[in-house]
């Protein structure tokens, strides 16, 4: 394995001997320090399981303190306005960037003897795509994708068949101001039309956040399927 390829953050690890791994992807602008405390928040001492937050590898151009984990200015262009070449440096990046993750959750599966059915990969808005672009790489099953505040890019047919039996959880703030509500029903929509196994949470006042109720909910589609 190339340690060059994996993400590096801070971890929690309340148990010598998990059950269970959940990996956490950030937002953009944001690092793993500031969300490993999600780790404390989420946590059931029943799942005996361990907690990674990884860091996205590229850094923001004037902005060394936030990571992104792909461009959204792509050549100095938004990435909802890109063109082709625009598109092409996005797309390599998300492709470095899942073959990081795999390589990443491979080293502490293995670490902890565990299959991938013990991992869930969790993350918030632009974790949160590229966690549903992880899922739909990944040649196997995990125990389940969680997208919050996020969308998913992808427009083509689903024909990654562990996708398709992996439980996916996928919630949004109606008020959101960050990533808009119409993200999260194209996103819906997109996950029924291809029949994914996804339960969806529109959470009325919720802003571009991870509020309790977000917690609560997400706490009951791990115990379910974890």
């Known amino acids: 394995m190339d340690d060059a390829k994996i993400l590096t953050g801070p971890s929690f690890l309340p148990h010598d001997k998990p059950k269970k791994l959940i990996f956490m992807l950030h937002g953009y602008g944001d690092t793993a320090d500031n969300f490993i405390h999600i780790a404390e928040v989420l946590r059931q001492p029943v799942w005996q399981a361990n907690y990674f937050a990884l860091n996205a590898p590229f850094l923001i151009p004037n902005y060394s303190m936030g990571r992104q984990w792909f461009e959204l200015y792509p050549n100095g262009v938004y990435i909802s306005e890109a ?123 919720d802003t571009h956040t991870i509020s309790p109720k977000a917690i609560d909910l997400l706490q009951k589609f791990i115990k379910k399927n974890l």
């Open 83 to 205: 063109g082709p070449n625009e598109i092409k440096i996005i797309r390599s990046q998300v492709k470095l960037v899942v073959q990081q993750i795999e390589q990443t959750i491979i080293k502490q599966k293995n670490k902890y003897n565990l299959p991938f059915r013990d991992c869930l990969l969790l993350g918030f808005s632009q974790g949160g795509i590229m966690t549903f672009e992880f899922g739909n790489f990944f040649q196997d099953q995990l125990a389940g994708l969680v997208v919050m505040s996020g969308r998913i890019m992808e427009q083509n047919e689903i024909t990654n068949q562990y996708v398709l039996q992996t439980p996916i959880f996928i919630s949004h703030g109606d008020q959101d101001d960050v990533l808009p509500i119409k993200n999260f029903f194209k996103s819906c929509e997109y996950l029924e039309k291809n029949k994914c196994i996804f339960e969806k949470h529109l959470l009325a006042g």
